[in-house]
C-alpha cells in the first residue's frame, strides 16, 4: 500500500483511539458526547435514512460546485478582457463577501422555498467568490515575457486570453477550486438548517430535537467524509492534469 494512502489511515485510526479515549475517560453521558459504537449502530440501523438525506445533500453540493465553477470562470474571463467591467463588478463581488452567509440564508428560503434551489443557489454563493477571486488574479498576473510573445503572431484579444492567459492561470484557478471544493458542503448544510424538509442538515436538526445526539454524529461524520472524498478526488485530478498545482 503506498504511503500518501497510509498516512489519512493513520490518521484516521489515532483520531478514533481519542475518540474512545475521551468517552471512557470523561465519562460523559451519551445525549452529550456518544461512543463510537453507539454511531456506528446507527449508521448500520439507519443507512436506508441516511442514504437518502446523504443523496439529497450530495445532488446540492454537486449542482453548487458546477454552476459556482462556471459562474466563476465566466466572471474571471469578464473582469480580465473588459478593464471597464472590472472596475464596476469588483466593488460588488466585494461587498457581497462583506453579507453574512447566515443572513443570507433566510432571504434565500423565503424567495426559493424549502426545496433544493435555495440550497443549490447558497452552495453557489459560497464558492463563487474564491472560484473568482483565483482565475481573475491568474489571468491579471500571467508572466508579461508570454504575452510579449504572443502579441507577435497578433493575436485578437479573445484568442489571447483563450490561448495564453487561461492557461497560465490554471494553477491558481486550481488553488480557487480547492478552496471551493472544500466550502460547498457548508453552503448546503447551511441552507438545509435554515429550512428544509430532507438533507443532512434537517436530518441533524431533526436528531438534536430530539436528542438522538448518536444520529447527529452518524450525519456529521458521513458530511466530513462527503468534503474529504471531494477534495482529494478534486486534487488528485488537478495534479493529474494540470502542471505545476
Not at 20 to 41: C, K, M, N, R, T
Not at 156 to 162: G, Q, V
Not at 210 to 219: E, G, I, P, Y
Request: glycine share 6%.
Amino acid at each position: 500500500m503506498k504511503l500518501s494512502l497510509l498516512k489519512p489511515l493513520f490518521i484516521g485510526i489515532i483520531l478514533l483511539c481519542l475518540w474512545l479515549l475521551i468517552g471512557v475517560f470523561g465519562d460523559f453521558p451519551h445525549y452529550i458526547f456518544p461512543s463510537p459504537q453507539a454511531v456506528w449502530l446507527q449508521l448500520t440501523s439507519h443507512s436506508e435514512l441516511l442514504w437518502q438525506h446523504t443523496l439529497i445533500t450530495l445532488i446540492e453540493i454537486g449542482l453548487g460546485l458546477l454552476l459556482g465553477f462556471l459562474f466563476g470562470l465566466s466572471s474571471a474571463l469578464l473582469l480580465s478582457f473588459s478593464p471597464k467591467t472590472s472596475s464596476l463588478l469588483l466593488p460588488i463581488l466585494v461587498i457581497s463577501q462583506a453579507i453574512p452567509v447566515f443572513a443570507i440564508a433566510p432571504i434565500l428560503v423565503l424567495w426559493l422555498g424549502y426545496g433544493m434551489p435555495s440550497k443549490i443557489v447558497m452552495a453557489i454563493l459560497i464558492i463563487y467568490f474564491p472560484v473568482t477571486a483565483a482565475c481573475y488574479d491568474g489571468l491579471r498576473n500571467t508572466p508579461q515575457a508570454w504575452i510579449d510573445l504572443a502579441k507577435t503572431f497578433k493575436p485578437s484579444p479573445w484568442r489571447l486570453l483563450l490561448k495564453v492567459r487561461l492557461p497560465a492561470a490554471l494553477p491558481a484557478f486550481a488553488s480557487g477550486f480547492r478552496i471551493a471544493v472544500s466550502v460547498a458542503p457548508i453552503g448546503a448544510v447551511i441552507g438545509e438548517w435554515v429550512g428544509s424538509s430532507e438533507g443532512l442538515g434537517y436530518l441533524m436538526i431533526h436528531a438534536n430535537a430530539r436528542m438522538q445526539v448518536d444520529l447527529m454524529f452518524a450525519a456529521l461524520l458521513i458530511l466530513v467524509a462527503i468534503s474529504l472524498c471531494l477534495y482529494f478526488s478534486i486534487d488528485w485530478l488537478l495534479r493529474r492534469f494540470i502542471w505545476h498545482v
